[in-house]
């Protein structure tokens, strides 16, 4: 069945570090790929998307690119803040289907 | 903010109760989903509603319903309630079931004692 797969947390990286997230998955055909972000206590909020091979979502400094041939979609940020602090959430939709399908969620804590 | 609320916000109950969580979609969005997302079981689709009909079924139990309603806010049914469904429920909406793109709401977070 289709699946996402996210590196274990928690990740602990100084204020103004890099960022790298790894996120793969599984799926027949041609999902779209997500990233959510849960902040302490809240919701969950639409980081970016990618709907298709190649391509590169971004949003507030984060960027993941759509690659078909590792089935990856890794999310990168070149100098975190403490306000980053927070659950990070990979995700697909299949072709042909409206669910989205979740990683187990990777924590990052930023310190100043 | 996404333009989707949830009522409540937390809910403490007792086994074998039964509780009604309330969502109300971005305006516009016609497709409703619910989400649960529990310690052991992290994020998983419950089910979907599009225009007031059920488009999709995930991995919802017997004793959990939902449905649409014509102003197109969903409600979610929880009843006989267990220790093992205390969670934090979301609901979630799209424009329609293709646009790819769903906007979440705070979640209510169910707490069954």
């Not at chain 1, 790929?33 to 190649?54: H, I, R």
């Not at chain 2, 086994?15 to 109300?24: A, F, I, N, P």
């Amino acid at each position: 069945g289709n699946s996402v797969t996210q590196m274990e947390g928690p990740v602990t990286l100084s204020e103004e570090a890099f960022l790298t997230i790894n996120c793969t998955y599984t799926a027949t055909g041609y999902p779209s790929l997500f990233w959510y972000v849960q902040y302490p206590g809240e919701g969950l909020q639409l980081l970016l998307k990618a709907t298709k091979a190649d391509d590169k979502g971004s949003n507030k400094g984060f960027e993941a690119t759509y690659r078909k041939e590792t089935t990856s979609f890794h999310l990168e940020k070149g100098s975190v803040q403490v306000s980053d602090s927070a659950v990070y959430f990979c995700a697909l939709i299949s072709w042909g289907d409206d669910k989205l399908i979740f990683g187990t969620g990777t924590r990052l804590q930023v310190f100043p | 903010d996404s333009g989707v609320t949830q009522t409540p916000k937390h809910l403490i109950t007792a086994t074998g109760q039964r509780v009604t969580l309330r969502c109300s979609p971005r305006s516009g969005d016609l497709s409703v989903y619910w989400y649960q997302q529990s310690l052991d079981q992290g994020l998983q689709f419950l089910i979907q509603y599009y225009n007031g009909e059920e488009r999709a079924k995930g991995n919802i139990l017997e004793r959990f319903s939902a449905q649409q309603f014509p102003d197109l806010h969903s409600e979610l049914n929880l009843s006989s309630l267990e220790l093992g469904d205390s969670a934090l429920y979301f609901c979630a909406s799209s424009v329609d079931p293709g646009a790819k793109t769903q906007y979440f709401g705070p979640g209510t977070r169910l707490l069954v004692l």
